[in-house]
């Protein structure tokens, strides 16, 4: 699962055995720290309460958060008893989901990197004296990759998109009568990819939550921007086939 959520260029470096570029990528670096806080928080507020045994409390914890930090979709307990405070983690960490040209969903960890970089990038701004040069950069791969603001700004809104996209299909979901909890676990599972499930998605669910799904899995994969040009072009070439006809 792991090397599954990894960025292929990144992935490269490891099997060359270049681990000083390896751990230069912010890639690398958030999904470690989010993988170790989210398995302890895991692990104090929601396992050991759920299973007693320290052994199959730490195994479930960093194996869940692996599974949906990644996208991966594998589960080996039921959430049904599992608490707030564990289902909210894994929710946060399946709409951020795993590295940028992987086999991962979600937003991405790049885009959380860059935009928390970004943040930083700003504070920097009004600390330092007006006339003072700042060139953003990450490391991307063995080098040094710097980011304009217009990259920052397309994430921005590649991040709203993505955002407003969740919390429509989880209101779409609560208009069928299923829990405020339930269907913010399912449509984050499902804008993902993910494939984790608290037990709303089954073949007894309306089938219009399918739909819905469906959709919000559609839109997850491809992405926002890809769907969106893709549509304008394809009702564009639509129209002028039809002005052809007329003429």
Known sequence: MIFGNLNFIIAYLLLQLRFRAFLKN???????????????????????????????????????????????????????????????????????????CSTAGGIKQYRIYILLKALVWEIRKWLYPPNAIIQPYIWESDRKYFISERQIKTISLFLFLYLLTYFLGTFAIVLHGIPLRDALFEFASALGTVGLSIGVTSVHMSPSILWIEMIGMFLGRLEFFIIIVSLITLIKDIWRSIIMKRR
């Open 26 to 100: 912010g890639e690398v670096r958030l999904f470690a720290f989010l993988l170790i806080i989210g398995a302890v928080i895991l692990f104090f507020h929601s396992t050991t309460i759920l299973y007693g045994n320290i052994s199959k409390s730490i195994r479930v914890a960093i194996f869940e958060v692996v599974s949906a930090l990644t996208t991966t979709g594998f589960s080996t307990v039921s959430y049904n008893t599992w608490n707030d405070g564990g289902l909210t983690l894994l929710i946060i960490l399946m709409l951020i989901g795993g590295g940028a």
